[in-house]
């Protein structure tokens, strides 16, 4: 990660800057006096008829997100990411906001206790005798005494500095309802886009000096100035186009100079000789100007639309990241302090430390009651698992202790890298069995992002291995993980022992959702017994629970057995249970044996269960054995379930005895918008257990596991501009690569 020497941005500023791009605006409406929610009224007595002041606490919540994932709401005073930090993920204490009640707009103040108060006791709102609820509250955010409105609308042409940047930032909640007991809360979210653009030279052309810095960056073509609907805080441009002068970061990816950013109005641009976005990156030592265009594209609000900016003398290439997601989507991080969690781990040797007490039943500390294996963890910081060679998995299931983790890891979106197995029991991951105290009482793994795992093991039985963990009952909840690296497994046993292994988790009986796999797994198998199975999947290896929202693409997932059944899937390689909503980029999935049956799928290999809602780009081979079957979408189809699946790769239907229909398709050259479109065909639904954060609660242990309808057609997103279809809600996590389409821009 490269810092540069500008200073890091953490929190918004709060200046007279800020309040100059507001203050100015006029009331949309009169302000009329509010008969109730005002200072106390006194009684015929003289004493005051409420003393009840209102109060409420708030999040950040994605547009568009219906309320699955509420984001977090943290400050990142000590947190450093391989990414620039975003305006605004969390409202910090002092953060003062506009609310509106009745037409009347007051200062409320965020503090200690989590809560907006009134920035002046004297001046806030008030509960009346025998109210229990408020209707129609709006709030905004940073403070202005009115919505910017046609007279003077927003204004975010002037973006260089950290307050006017911050400034341009506008956090709108409500209409809303507020209830006196319990306490609620108002969820905001941000109604700019954000506009990202990571800087470099070509190397060749323009080859960079210690002394070469990027001085300045302007975007021209866009519109500057807004109006705001008060009923839902949504942007209006006005059609007024300026320069904007944007934002450095303080944190730029490796193998880039600089990273700049900008607020952008939500619109849409259209390809034509006079649209576009005009990007001008200015440099020093030499003082040169280098120009592109942006030709198409579509600003959301509430998405950091992230670009990468190649310098060269005969032109400037500009091309979409793959990272372009929602602000928070996926990202688990809440503003809850360690008191929160039973433990907090930061460094290789306090996890080392965990799983020793997990796995020989231990208390977490020798002054605590809490034993390991129930134990609430909060990952605090990146973790680097170098210095060990053989990672011993977190909770076993193997006799005499059968000591498994049924507790609660949120990973809070930090890294565990280098994560390396050579040995051990049969399940093998950073995990080893999961699951819950009782199906009330589910075992949660969230937020966990593992790179450059190396596993590479053989043992003399049974191998369910995963990445993140080999084997998740059927209480056991995984949200919001992902992982890159490599599995190889192999079963040395002729006794008849089963290999399972996946990208994500070897054998699954629980659910997995909005997880991201781009591991290259190899599973093989000596077994003799034809009855059981060598089963490799880019998420899963086995599955007997639900897969919803997953995303694999590996550049490999391969079963290979000398005479049990070998089966390859892009997202499982045996599929018993549900999946929906989930894509496969696996380059190759390849089934071979000689054994009884042998088969492979872009999405499953053998599949007996319900396949929604999927689509997968793979090209899947069988080979050998005495039956096999390879297909673009499934290998064995076993006549259950299976509609709006569509298979790209090489061999269309294949051998799957699966036949095109209006839901099935095969078709090399599909685009994403005709993916999309037959996504939006029919929906899906099924309730799943998911993790969200609640800030009314507290404590809320920074997740809280809930039940939600999960809908096949909400899980997918498709903009026009770009030309890219991607799953809702997948973790933005650098060093992971999407598979769901693909986009490019024109240089000028």
């Known amino acids: 990660m490269k810092t540069s020497t500008h200073t890091r941005f953490r929190h918004l500023a709060h200046s007279a800057a800020v309040s100059a791009v507001h203050s100015a605006a006029a009331m949309l409406a009169a302000l009329v006096l509010a008969t109730a929610c005002t200072s106390p009224a006194d009684d015929a007595d003289g004493s005051p008829a409420s003393t009840d002041a209102i109060s409420f606490g708030a999040t950040l919540l994605l547009p568009g997100n219906s309320g699955e994932h509420a984001a977090h709401t943290r400050t990142r005073a000590a947190h450093t990411r391989a990414t620039a930090p975003v305006t605004k993920d969390a409202f910090a204490t002092g ?64 973006q260089d500095t950290d307050a006017t940047f911050a400034a341009a930032d506008f956090l709108f909640a409500g209409p809303a309802t507020l209830t006196r007991t319990p306490s609620s809360a108002l969820t905001f979210s941000h109604r700019t886009a954000l506009l990202r653009l990571n800087i470099k030279a070509d190397g ?48 730029t990816p490796d193998g880039y100079m600089a990273t700049y950013e900008a607020q952008i109005i939500p619109h849409t641009i259209s390809p034509s000789p006079s649209g576009g976005t005009l990007i001008t990156v200015y440099t020093a030592n030499p003082d040169k100007t280098y120009s592109g265009i942006i030709l198409s594209s579509s600003y959301e609000a509430g998405h950091i639309h992230t670009y990468n900016v190649t310098l060269g003398n005969a032109h400037i290439d500009i091309r979409p990241a793959d990272n372009d997601l929602p602000w928070n989507d996926g990202d688990i991080r809440p503003d809850l302090p360690p008191t929160g969690y039973d433990l907090t781990i930061s460094t290789a040797q306090e996890l080392k430390a965990f799983a020793e007490a997990v796995n020989y039943r231990r208390n977490i500390s020798n002054t605590s009651s809490v034993e390991a294996r129930f134990a609430r963890v909060l990952q605090t910081a990146d973790i680097d698992l170098a210095e060990i060679d053989d990672w011993t998995p977190i909770g076993n299931n193997a006799s005499p202790s059968y000591n498994k983790f049924q507790g609660i890891y949120n990973g809070n979106g930090y890294t565990i890298s280098n994560l390396k197995i050579r040995s051990g029991e049969r399940n093998k991951g950073l995990f080893g069995y999961v699951t819950g105290k009782d199906s009330s009482t589910p075992a949660v793994l969230t937020g966990i992002h593992l790179r450059n795992v190396d596993i590479d093991v053989s043992h003399n039985s049974n191998i369910s291995c995963g990445a993140i963990a080999g084997e998740a009952s059927t209480s056991t909840v995984i949200t919001f993980c992902s992982a890159r690296g490599e599995i190889k497994t192999d079963v040395t046993s002729t006794a008849g022992d089963y290999n399972h292994s996946g990208g994500i988790i070897g054998n699954n009986s629980g659910t997995i959702s909005y997880c991201r796999a781009d591991v290259k797994v190899i599973a093989s198998s000596n077994s003799g017994n034809t009855s059981t ?42 599929a018993n249970g549900y999946i929906t909503s989930c894509t496969s980029g696996v380059g190759k999935i390849i089934a071979n044996g000689n054994g009884q049956e042998v088969n492979a799928g872009g999405v499953a290999g053998t599949q007996y269960g319900a396949v929604y809602s999927s689509y997968a780009r793979g090209d899947a081979t069988a080979s050998g054995g005495m039956r096999q079957a390879a297909g673009a979408i499934v290998g064995a189809h076993n006549g259950v379930d299976i509609d709006l699946c569509i298979g790209t790769g090489a061999g269309g239907q294949g051998t799957s005895s699966l036949s095109p229909s209006s839901g099935i398709l095969y078709k090399a050259d599909a685009t994403d918008e005709e993916i999309y479109n037959l996504m939006q065909t029919k929906d899906f639904t099924k309730e799943i257990s998911t993790t969200t954060y609640d800030a009314t609660r507290f404590p809320a242990y920074g997740i809280e596991v809930t039940k939600v309808t999960f809908s096949s057609k909400g899980a997918w997103s498709y903009d026009p501009a770009s030309g890219k279809i991607r799953i809702r809600g997948l973790p933005s996590v650098t060093g992971l690569s999407s598979v769901t389409g693909s986009s490019s821009v024109s240089p000028p």
């Open 533 to 574: 199975e060598c089963t490799a999947g880019g998420i899963v290896g086995y599955n007997d629970g639900t897969i919803l929202a997953c995303e694999a693409s590996g550049s490999e997932v391969s079963a290979q057995s000398d005479a049990a059944k070998a089966q390859a899937g892009g997202i499982a390689g045996f």
């Open 204 to 251: 060749k052309t323009v080859v960079p000096t210690p002394d070469f810095t990027v001085t300045g960056v302007e975007v021209e073509g866009t519109p500057v100035n807004a109006t705001i609907d008060p009923t839902d805080g949504t942007l209006t441009q006005t059609g007024n186009t300026a320069v904007i002068y944007t934002h450095p970061c303080a944190v």
């Open 95 to 158: 953060d003062r906001i506009a609310v509106s009640i009745s037409a009347q707009v007051k200062p409320y103040t965020y503090g200690a206790d989590r809560n907006f108060s009134a920035t002046h006791p004297d001046d806030s709102f008030y509960w009346t005798p025998g109210q229990q609820q408020q209707d129609n509250v709006i709030a905004w955010y940073p403070y202005s005494d009115a919505l910017p409105s046609t007279s003077s609308p927003l204004n975010i042409s002037r």
